[in-house]
């Protein structure tokens, strides 16, 4: 199975569309601490293995701006949900710090 060290895309499945397959491709971007969204891309529902969730991930191989591959990985999906609930916690912080100290300056 491919490795992220291999391959530095991936696409995440947002489900279908009209009657498309939507995913967004991500990039892993070495010059900032965070995957980079690219673009999205369709494919036919069909092809979407039939255990496929919502927000799932996939290493992919791409031909000519066409998916042609997809490889499903639980282990790499459950580390990205847990990427992202991590920076989703620590957004929701600064927001409050934020509110806070706002508040602080109207006293």
Wanted: glycine letters at 2%; charged letters at 40%.
């Amino acid at each position: 199975m491919t490795s992220i060290e291999d391959n530095d895309k991936y696409v995440v499945y947002h489900g279908i569309e009209d009657g498309a397959a939507i995913f967004s491709l991500f990039t892993r971007d070495p010059d900032l601490d965070f995957d980079r969204a690219v673009r999205r891309m369709t494919m036919d529902p069909d092809d979407v293995p039939p255990e496929t969730e919502f927000e799932d991930h996939f290493w992919v191989e791409i031909e000519e701006n066409e998916i042609v591959t997809l490889q499903f990985d639980p282990e790499f999906t459950e580390e990205k949900k847990e990427t992202y609930e991590e920076v989703e916690k620590i957004h929701q912080e600064m927001q409050e710090a934020s509110r806070q100290e706002l508040n602080d300056d109207d006293e």
